[in-house]
């Protein structure tokens, strides 16, 4: 069995914003959304420079660990963003979500970071495996706010964690095992902040075409009021023995990715890409004639933007808005002129150090004092156990701002990877009460996932007894009437159980793997 996934992508501005700052990418082996930020032409250069850093990835079959491919591919994402505020600090202040799924053969590699995000459509339900890197989402966890307080909360749109090329990317990254006729979803906010999950479960589960998928999502936040820009990848697994379908072998850009370009450059040979047309012409996928206008018949020959210098990129797309980029080469060329300094006195000196050492004394106990207050959750030093330490993640002169406070009994490696970064993170939690919450919020999650795995196994041991039954029953020489009424007689084992989504392999928990698996000839 060999799967592989069809896919569809669209990208539209909304009804509120002058630009589109998103970008998308869809490809045989990666799929990625970026949603860009930092104000006109910025957004767009963020979002843009890393899905060009990103689509390398789909440049060659994935190597063995596809978890480390993806750090080191967002890493270089956030070196490029890096290099491109270095050049042109104009731009100081831009930054990106990402959510990507990096494939291979039924894995599902999947790496985020911001508040894009990914969903998986499995036997109808609708199951989200990532999490917002939001301050509104922190509340929810810490238990301070409920779900239905995330949207008209004032600082909603806060985001803990991006990619801004000035801190270092902590991107989460898990694997997921793929099912025939799985379906993902990656999006932009512009979709899930307007669009209720019931409704996406709804479009998703009963509209077979991924191309009509994502129009149908596109309008529904568009009717939802369009307040920001909409981009969204559906993705189908597909077997292909299995199935009629032809899966998806072009790749596609879409949104600002697919309209940095520039006639004085070339491609580099590794597309060709497509772009997808869409509302208000951010998508158009022709090329265009002599005056500039959209050419219908002539095929628009498509620059790779990874090749593209940061300078270029920024002209590339400050002139697609209407940008003035004179600001950035201003700065550039700026030095700051040489201002005379006279002595210090020396008394003056004294004093000024004797005042600081003081507030440095002071500053550093009421620090200290206010990091006793503090709480985390975080992982013992052989990583073993969860736990609750007290104080702040962080060493003074070789000594720890922090101990261990209390011990949860929890396994990490039972923790279901959609928590891991919770745990890893440390800084999830500001109080006692906080730390129980999230703790709590885990242990649920894992005796969820330790219970499915119990009921799948009892049902196995069912299933085995009573496809026996049925063996012996049927090697009795007796005839065919009471050979039927000995089977009718033993019972079944019941309703299959649904193998548990987002845990950790059942190994984690005792069970073996072949234990979850009927034997040869059982149904």
């Known amino acids: 069995m060999t799967l592989v996934l069809r896919y569809a992508v669209r990208s539209d501005v909304g009804l509120l914003r002058e630009g589109n700052e998103d970008s998308a990418y869809a490809g045989p082996r990666l799929l990625a959304v970026a949603d860009g930020m930092g104000g006109h032409a910025a957004g767009e250069v963020a979002s843009s420079l890393t899905i060009a850093s990103m689509t390398k990835l789909d440049s060659e079959p994935p190597g063995g660990d596809m978890l480390a491919e993806l750090a080191a591919a967002v890493a270089a994402a956030n070196t490029r963003l890096q290099e491109m505020i270095i050049a042109n600090p104009a731009v100081e202040g831009m930054g990106t979500t990402l959510t990507a799924l990096f494939w291979s053969d039924g894995h599902a590699a999947v790496c985020h970071i911001g508040d894009s995000r990914g969903y998986l459509l499995r036997e109808g339900e609708l199951y989200q495996i990532t999490h917002d890197h939001t301050l509104v989402q922190s509340l929810v966890d810490e238990g301070r706010i409920s779900v239905d307080d995330v949207s008209t909360h004032p600082q909603r749109s806060l985001l803990l964690r991006a990619l801004d090329g000035r801190s270092v990317a902590e991107p989460d990254l898990s694997v997921h095992d793929a099912q025939p006729g799985d379906r993902y979803l990656l999006c932009s906010d512009g979709l899930s902040g307007v669009v209720s999950d019931e409704t996406l479960r709804e479009a998703m589960a009963t509209i077979e075409d991924p191309e009509a998928v994502t129009r149908q999502l596109i309008e529904l936040a568009l009717h939802g009021g369009g307040p920001d820009n909409i981009t969204c990848i ?252 000995d089977i009718k007689a033993i019972p079944g084992p019941g309703q299959q159980p649904v193998r548990p989504p987002m845990c950790q392999p059942s190994t984690a928990f005792g069970i073996a793997a072949d234990a979850l698996v009927p034997s040869p000839g059982a149904s």
């Open 234 to 485: 559906v993705a189908d697994v597909v077997d292909t023995a299995a199935s009629r379908v032809s899966p998806t072998g072009t790749p596609v850009l879409a949104g600002a990715a697919a309209n940095v370009h520039d006639s004085r450059l070339s491609t580099d040979g590794t597309g060709p890409f497509g772009t997808d047309g869409d509302h208000q012409g951010n998508h158009y996928t022709g090329s265009y004639d002599e005056d500039g206008h959209p050419s219908m018949t002539v095929a628009r020959p498509v620059v790779a933007v990874d090749d593209l210098d940061p300078d270029e990129i920024a002209l590339a797309l400050a002139s697609e808005n209407g940008t003035d980029m004179t600001a950035v080469r201003a700065r550039r060329s700026h030095r700051a002129q040489p201002r005379r300094v006279r002595r210090r006195r020396w008394p003056i000196v004294t004093t000024s150090l004797v005042v600081l050492l003081a507030v440095v004394i002071g500053g550093g106990y009421a620090a200290w004092r206010w990091s006793q207050d503090q709480y985390y959750i975080g992982a013992d030093s052989k990583g073993q156990e969860v736990l609750i330490y007290r104080g702040v993640n962080q060493h003074i002169a070789g000594i720890s701002l922090s101990h261990r406070f209390h011990g949860t009994g929890i396994k990490l490696t039972q923790v279901p990877p959609s928590y891991q970064q919770t745990v890893k993170a440390t800084d999830a939690a500001s109080n006692l009460s906080s730390a129980q919450a999230i703790v709590a919020n885990i242990r649920s999650a894992v005796a969820t996932c330790q219970q499915g795995y119990v009921a799948l196994r009892q049902w196995v041991l069912r299933d085995n007894a009573y496809q026996a039954a049925l063996a012996q029953a049927r090697k009795q020489h007796k005839p065919a009437k009471d050979i039927a009424k």
